[in-house]
Nanobody
Framework: QVQLVESGGGLVQPGGSLRLSCAAS????????MGWFRQAPGKEREFVAG????????KYADSVNGRFTISRDNAKNTVYLQMSSLKPEDTALYHC??????????????????WGQGTQVTVSS
């Protein structure tokens, strides 16, 4: 059973930074691409960032490109989301996500089967 546990959320002022972490267990972490999604109140869950199993390739939503960086440490079974230049519109519950099968980032993000419980990020002055 795949388990994903996020941490690192909190309250931050506009322009600030946060780093989210997601610890994964239950299968061979390095075999799978991973992703981050977010859901703001009253909105649908949306893709934020994805990373290939090696960590060499990444993909971002247009709204966060240039401000957020996804990375992973396969030795620690952990994926990270470094968020900088945060804006109030980044306020959301951020979820780590894992696919049901191996593949490219796009294939993996289309086959998400496992979700973490989420960590709240609030950007406000």
């Amino acid at each position: 059973q795949v388990q994903l546990v996020e941490s690192g959320g909190g309250l931050v002022q506009p322009g600030g930074s946060l780093r989210l972490s997601c610890a994964a267990s239950g299968r061979t972490f390095s075999f799978y691409a991973m992703g981050w999604f977010r859901q703001a109140p009253g909105k649908e869950r949306e893709f934020v960032a994805g990373i290939s199993r090696s960590g060499i390739s990444t993909k971002y939503a247009d709204s966060v490109n240039g401000r957020f960086t996804i990375s992973r440490d396969n030795a620690k079974n952990t994926v990270y989301l470094q968020m900088s230049s945060l804006k109030p519109e980044d306020t959301a519950l951020y979820h780590c996500a894992a696919p049901s099968r191996m593949g490219t980032i796009d294939e993996a993000m289309g086959a998400i089967a496992y979700w973490g419980q989420g960590t709240q990020v609030t950007v406000s002055s």
